[in-house]
């Protein structure tokens, strides 16, 4: 079974950086249209980028500006470079493919949390 692991989470003052990873290692990652998502407790689990496989990238409007979505098909891995960071960007971060554009999801694996707080 794939499993995605996603890396970079931390603990981050308001206003500071993260850069999360995700590799994805199946053999047609360069084809497909990949997303980070995020997911508070109680809540669903909500898209924040994504990146289809020509870079075109698109940002929910809550971290537009300060969020940036990239992609290296060679170590196939996304990432997601997190600036500007606020109180409420703290959430668990999932990679997996972008759901308007790709129909079979990949595993969603355990997630990387990330916690803004002073």
């Known amino acids: 079974q794939v499993q995605v692991v996603v890396s970079g989470g931390g603990l981050v003052q308001p206003g500071g950086s993260l850069r999360l990873s995700c590799a994805v290692p199946?053999?047609?990652?360069?084809?497909?249209?990949l997303a980070w998502y995020r997911q508070t407790p109680g809540n669903q689990r909500d898209l924040s980028a994504g990146i289809t496989n020509a870079d075109y990238t698109d940002y929910a409007a809550s971290v537009q500006g300060r969020f940036t979505i990239s992609r290296d098909d060679a170590k196939n891995t996304v990432y997601l470079q997190m600036n500007s960071l606020k109180l409420e960007d703290t959430a668990v971060y999932y990679c997996?493919?972008?759901?308007?554009?790709?129909?079979?999801?990949?595993?969603w694996g355990q997630g990387t949390q990330v916690t803004v707080s002073s």
């Open positions: 997996n493919v972008d759901s308007r554009r790709w129909t079979t999801s990949l595993p």
């Open positions: 199946v053999s047609d990652f360069r084809w497909m249209h």
